[in-house]
């Protein structure tokens, strides 16, 4: 994936401070695909407060240098895209809250955002969702993690899927054999859950993982 400026010129309406905090935000997007939180661009400057960051990036947002890609509703530091850099080739998909990987919880299909992928996935059958628990741990899943999910019902033991049991929703791989279906987590001091509902149903299936250094 290639990152092409946009705008030469963009850096001459700026003030030193905010021509700074906007290169560090370029960078930590080129490196990682999302913007930096608030909190870790007052830790790189050695601000303060964190109203000083709030307050460049309100300007930056005013001056055309960053963009948000989150909902209307998001004030979160990731939510911005520097519009300096534009994703050649690079689809954006929703993310619609998080996942439990852990017991199943109670989840909502709401929108909190996008996340750039890579072109190898169809925005269109895939989303993400943000992991919360350490019942994945053993084979890499971690909280904090975003899966991403292709949408499907159709999936074979081994995989590791994005259930629905009973109105609640969890990562777990899938197994089925001759004592039935089961959501088995990759955490050694966690037991699998055996399917005996039938509130039960497969809402896709995970096919990749950005994470957050």
């Known amino acids: 994936m290639v990152l092409v400026s946009s705008n030469k010129k963009l850096?001459?309406?700026?003030?030193e401070q905010q021509a700074e905090v906007l290169h560090y935000i370029e960078h930590v997007?080129?490196?990682?695909?999302?913007?930096?939180?608030?909190?870790?661009?007052?830790?790189?400057?050695?601000?303060?407060s964190v109203g000083t960051v709030q307050d460049h990036v309100r300007a930056l947002i005013q001056k055309g240098a960053l963009e948000k890609s989150f909902s209307k509703h998001s004030k979160k530091a990731r939510a911005l895209v520097p519009k300096n850099l534009s994703r050649q080739g690079s689809p954006r998909i929703p993310i619609y809250g998080e996942i439990a990987a852990g017991?199943?919880?109670?989840?909502?299909?709401?929108?909190?955002?996008?996340?750039?992928?890579?072109e190898e996935y169809n925005p269109a059958e895939t989303f993400a969702l943000r992991v919360v628990?350490?019942?994945?741990?053993d084979i890499g899943i971690f909280e904090g993690d975003y899966v991403i999910v292709a949408r499907t019902q159709k999936v074979k033991s081994g995989d590791i899927v994005v259930a629905l049991l009973?109105?609640?929703?969890?990562?777990?791989?899938?197994?089925?054999?001759k004592t039935g279906v089961w959501l088995v987590p990759e955490n050694s001091n966690l037991k699998p859950i055996q399917v005996t509902s039938e509130n039960f149903q497969i809402q896709g299936r995970v096919v990749g993982l950005q994470r957050k250094y």
């Open 103 to 118: 017991g199943p919880r109670e989840s909502y299909a709401t929108e909190l955002g996008s996340l750039v992928v890579s």
């Open 166 to 177: 009973d109105g609640e929703t969890t990562v777990k791989k899938y197994r089925k054999d």
């Open 11 to 15: 850096p001459s309406l700026l003030t």
């Open 29 to 48: 997007f080129q490196e990682q695909g999302y913007a930096p939180s608030y909190r870790e661009i007052q830790n790189h400057f050695g601000y303060k």
């Open 133 to 137: 628990g350490t019942s994945m741990v």
